[in-house]
């Protein structure tokens, strides 16, 4: 307990301010930092970094044990069971949250952890290292009942912060007629302390307007879209699908970019996208699992077969793009990649 005490007052004390040489400024006064840096650490006490990793019941008697967002959890499960397969280990896999995984790690419960947006700089504690397995596009959603099909990003912006406040202020680029009604904005502001992810489109969560409906859950986000012919949300591409929104809810092209075209989000003409981390334990953090460093290793060589309904685009892919990289984990976007 004085141990987590400990890491929420350094996490308190912690500023959301991302500053280093490899870390690109953010790009305008509204847009938020895509990453942290990954020079700094948590400081720890040495109580901390003498403590053991300790499983909680649901990975009693494991080889390993992994936590995972719930965006990761459904993507990997099958390339997990597939490695502890092959190795004939057994691996525990829990699905959480964010939130969670970073609770488990910080309390060194599990090997793994994994996250839909990079670390925050309360994540970085010592000997806990990043990998970036890839990102997809964040798709600004409308209902399928709106003609518009292309925004700017600019436009983007001002709906969510709540300048423009209704669709007739808005010419559809494609699609027949007008569309009427009161704009209504639905955000998930979920991990506030990490950066990327929503913060690709306002920096904090004060920068959104008073009409904004902020929703708890993806399911929520997905069904309030999909029910509601006036409003405007943001979430993943699959998710879609994961709840039966089909033909309800459609994506919108941003700045001509296509959020459904890999090219498109990797150069980031296509401006909004979500990361996926996963983590290991180094050699000198004294929790370190070698078939933990396999299994990550496995997965990063695996990825590009994981389900193309997810619509990760690979690490590898994104290095060709010329993406920032600190080991395996991005930490800059392309130096070319409009704003």
């Known amino acids: 307990m004085e141990n987590l005490k400990g890491y929420l007052a350094v996490f308190l004390a912690c500023t959301l301010v991302m500053v280093g040489s490899m870390v690109p400024a953010a790009p305008s006064d509204v847009q938020g930092t895509s990453f942290s840096d990954p020079n700094k650490e948590v400081p720890m006490d040495s109580s901390w970094q003498q403590q053991e990793l300790r499983y909680e019941s649901w990975a009693e008697d494991a080889d390993l044990a992994v936590t995972l967002d719930q965006h990761l959890y459904p993507a990997l499960s099958q390339l997990i069971s597939k490695f502890a397969d092959e190795r004939k280990i057994k691996v525990a896999v829990q699905e959480g949250t964010c939130g969670i995984s970073a609770g488990l790690l ?22 806990l290292q990043y990998h970036t397995l890839g990102i997809s ?63 690709h489109i306002l920096g904090n969560e004060d920068l959104f307007g ?58 980031l003409k296509y401006p909004f996208y979500r990361a996926y981390e ?31 309904k997810f619509e990760i685009i690979p690490a590898d892919r994104l290095r060709t793009a010329g993406w920032i990289f600190s080991g395996n984990e991005v930490v800059g976007e392309p130096d070319h990649s409009p704003q």
Request: glycine letters at 12%.
């Open 106 to 127: 910080s309390n060194k419960h599990v090997d793994i952890g994994g996250f839909c947006c990079p670390p925050g700089e309360a994540d970085r504690l010592p000997g």
């Open 137 to 199: 596009a964040l798709g600004i959603l409308v209902n399928s009942e709106n003609p518009l099909e292309n925004l700017d990003a600019a436009t983007v912006r001002k709906i969510f912060k709540g300048e423009i406040i209704s669709w007739e202020q808005i010419s559809p680029r494609k699609g027949g007629g007008s569309f009427k009604g009161t704009i209504r904005t639905v955000g998930r502001l979920h991990c506030k302390q990490r950066p990327g992810h929503w913060r």
């Open 210 to 267: 008073i009409n904004l409906s902020e929703v708890g859950t993806i399911n929520d986000m997905i069904r309030t879209i999909g029910e509601n012919r006036a409003a405007i949300g943001y979430e993943v591409l699959w998710n879609i699908q994961r709840y039966g929104m089909e033909g309800k809810i459609k994506p919108l092209r941003i700045n001509n970019g296509n959020p459904q075209a890999p090219g498109d989000v990797a150069s």
């Open 278 to 308: 996963i983590t290991t334990w180094s050699k000198d953090s004294g929790v370190e699992n070698s078939k933990a460093m396999e299994l990550v290793a496995y997965i990063l060589s695996h990825i590009n077969r994981v389900d193309p």
